[in-house]
């Protein structure tokens, strides 16, 4: 059985740029054509020049904010902010949220987000059984995973997540052989697992996203017999890159263009260098023309040791701006911005996020002039209720915070 997923994995690169940038200009003018959105962007744009790297890094970096504003601004008749280029009905079967809230549609292609690749890497093969633990509840990340495994020939189990003892009943009836969710709730299933006694013996590969994999983590699993695999992937583009055999670094998937750019600018960086990662899909559904991720990575040098031609990342690096994600989920300033307006009592608001990745936790620091009865308890229900995420609450006095303007805080270790 190939080692591969298909033969473009191994394409030579000089084919593979040729190919793309051949791709590029029908790409530019779809957009201009499908997109509303993307047309507003791309206005003055004449598609037919965007034929080289030089060409597209003059265009405009669309950033997720944007995105939301634009949506936001334009909810009431257009949810998706004029982005998408599909229509409700059998050619959009599915619509889901993300934190913002962000609008994102779901194309009736199969293997929409191209996700089977990466598990592909991961050593999934047809006939396994995936116990799929990333949330079925209005994000796509379950979603994502279950259309690349379909495409294999997998069987999932939607899982979702929390319940833990009833799905280490599951796994441990069913037998599944895959994983796929976030490392850190992998992590909590297999330490109840040794807790109880279940047995979850045939679980044996896994793909992981939405949080970093430290070594250490990675290691840990190994020891109990899992081999665990990391991807890079977003609700608005799909797969970007994953993680070989090799452990060196992110293989690009196929069907994008990744640049690395300055933070805040479109200006592309040296090779090596950390930057903003940004994104041109060759998605027609939802053509997104240098989209901005807000992730920190850089270039790394030479072919993947696996055999794969296309570029390498070093991985998730942090973020760009002040959105950050925690247990697999975005959290914005303009959420922050939210649960502060719920109360009078509040004068300014700093979201701490700490811990080592993998295993995040959230303090929401409030200035507070007064201090109502239990106002920290309904400030952690706001936290709940917006950003679907649990959080602890530290009242201060007024002057406490730092006068620097940031509203989330970055304060975990990435080693």
């Known amino acids: 059985m190939s080692e591969f997923f298909d033969e473009r994995e191994t394409r030579e690169h000089a084919r593979r740029e040729a190919e793309l940038m051949q791709a590029l200009p029908r790409q530019v003018a779809h957009a201009q054509k499908a997109s509303p959105a993307m047309a507003q962007v791309l206005a003055g744009v004449d598609a037919s020049d965007i034929t080289s790297r030089e060409a597209l890094a003059r265009l405009p970096v ?46 009736a292609t199969r293997d929409y987000w191209r ?59 069913l037998r599944p052989t895959a994983y796929t969710g976030t490392p850190s709730f992998l992590r909590i299933l297999l330490e109840k697992a040794q807790e109880t006694g279940a047995d979850v013996g045939s679980l044996r590969k896994a793909l992981t996203s939405g949080e970093a994999l430290p070594p250490s983590l990675r290691d840990w699993f190994g020891g109990r017999g899992v081999d665990v695999f990391q991807s890079y992937a977003t609700a608005d583009l799909g797969l970007i890159a994953y993680e070989t055999s090799a452990r060196q670094g992110l293989v690009l998937s196929e069907d994008l263009i990744v640049e690395i ?48 031609t296309n570029t390498r990342i070093k991985g998730w690096m942090g973020r760009a701006d002040q959105t950050t994600k925690v247990r697999g989920m975005f959290v914005h300033p303009g959420q922050v911005a939210d649960i502060a307006r719920r109360f009078p009592e509040v004068i300014k608001a700093r979201l701490v996020v700490s811990g ?49 303007g940031k ?7 990435y080693k």
């Open 261 to 308: 750019v300055r933070p805040g600018t479109g200006d592309v960086v040296a090779e090596g260098d950390v930057g903003e990662v940004v994104v041109t899909t060759f998605n027609t559904a939802y053509p997104l023309i240098r989209f901005g991720t807000g992730d920190l990575s850089a270039l790394l040098p030479g072919p993947c040791p696996s055999g794969r």
């Open 115 to 173: 996700s089977a690749r990466a598990l592909y890497a991961a050593g999934f093969r047809r006939g396994d059984l995936v116990h799929n633990a990333f949330s079925y509840h209005m994000t796509p990340g379950a979603f994502i995973m279950e259309a690349g495994a379909h495409a294999i020939g997998c069987t999932v189990f939607p899982a979702g997540v929390g319940q833990t003892e009833q799905q280490l009943q599951a796994m441990a009836e």
């Open 407 to 413: 509203v989330i805080e970055d304060a975990r270790s």
């Open 356 to 404: 080592e990745m993998a295993s995040d936790h959230m303090t929401l620091k409030v200035e507070t002039a007064g201090r109502t009865q239990d106002l920290d308890a309904r400030i952690g229900e706001a936290i709940r209720d917006i950003t679907k995420l649990r959080g602890e609450v530290e009242l201060l006095a007024p002057g406490s915070l730092p006068n620097d």
């Open 62 to 107: 669309m950033r997720k904010h944007e995105l939301l504003e634009r949506q936001r601004a334009s909810v009431g008749t257009d949810p998706f902010g004029g982005f998408s280029a599909l229509v409700r009905g059998p050619d959009m079967p599915r619509v889901f949220s993300s934190p913002g809230p962000i609008y994102e549609p779901e194309g």
